[in-house]
């Protein structure tokens, strides 16, 4: 059974960088799925941010593209966030999902519990 | 990237049926059959229901079932029971991105 686990500070200053990580367990990072990320500010509902393959190749939200990157570490078999220049709208709670993405379907499969990121001074 | 539109919410008493529509535009829902549903319990990880449109993952109950038309999307909860109360989001691909919808919330009365 994969799981996922998501890890970093749950409070970030505003204009400061949010990184978090996602530990997978279970299973490789480097089958052949992609890893994503997904939000969901308080009261609203979930956003997609971006996916990694373990090759390196990335798709990134086109809103949030200039502030997202997404990277993999086999060796340690997690991928990782970093959201920089983050405002109060950056506040969310943030999933890490592991996508089956292949010429014949698309979909997220296993997802972490979510951690909460508050964005403040 | 606009969000898929969703209704905001939908109610029905147990034992009935309700649908969950999900529309979006030729360049996701439309252009793909790659819709998938998730329920999601404040809380707790989203758990996938539907993918690929109409197929369902080992472990869902048959009462789930999906469909499309055009770019609607749409999810069908038959024989509703009182656990099925949660939000509902679909998601769709579309080639360099990915979208989900705003999201349902579903309440059994």
């Known amino acids: 059974q994969v799981q996922l686990q998501e890890s970093g500070p749950g409070l970030v200053k505003p204009s400061g960088t949010l990184s978090l990580t996602c530990a997978v367990s279970?299973?490789?990072?480097?089958?052949?799925?992609?890893w994503s990320w997904v939000r969901q500010p308080p009261g609203k509902g979930l956003e997609w941010i971006g996916e990694?393959?373990?090759?390196?190749?990335?798709n990134y939200n086109l809103f949030l593209k200039s502030r997202v990157t997404i990277s993999v570490d086999k060796s340690k078999n997690q991928f990782s966030l970093k959201l920089s220049s983050v405002t109060a709208a950056d506040t969310a709670v943030y999933y890490c999902?592991?996508?089956?993405?292949?010429?014949?379907?698309?979909?997220?499969?296993?997802w972490g519990q979510g951690t909460l990121v508050t964005v403040s001074s | 990237q606009s969000a898929l539109t969703q209704p905001r919410s939908v109610s029905g008493s147990p034992g009935q049926s309700v649908t969950i529509s999900c529309t979006g535009t030729?360049?996701?829902?439309?252009?793909?059959?790659?819709v998938s549903w998730y329920q999601h319990h404040p809380g707790k990880a989203p758990k996938l229901m539907i993918y690929?449109?109409?197929k369902r993952p080992s472990g869902v109950p048959d009462r789930f079932s999906g469909s499309k038309s055009g770019n609607t999307a749409s999810l069908t909860i038959s024989g509703l029971q009182a656990e099925d109360e949660a939000d509902y989001y679909c998601?769709?691909?579309?080639?360099?991105?990915?979208?989900f919808g705003g999201g349902t919330k579903l309440t059994v009365l």
């Open positions: 990694i393959h373990h090759s390196g190749s990335t």
């Open positions: 030729s360049s996701d829902v439309g252009g793909y059959n790659y």
């Open positions: 998601c769709s691909y579309a080639g360099t991105y990915t979208v």
């Open positions: 999902a592991r996508v089956v993405s292949n010429w014949q379907e698309y979909y997220f499969d296993y």
């Open positions: 279970g299973g490789s990072i480097s089958s052949n799925n992609w």
């Open positions: 690929d449109v109409n």
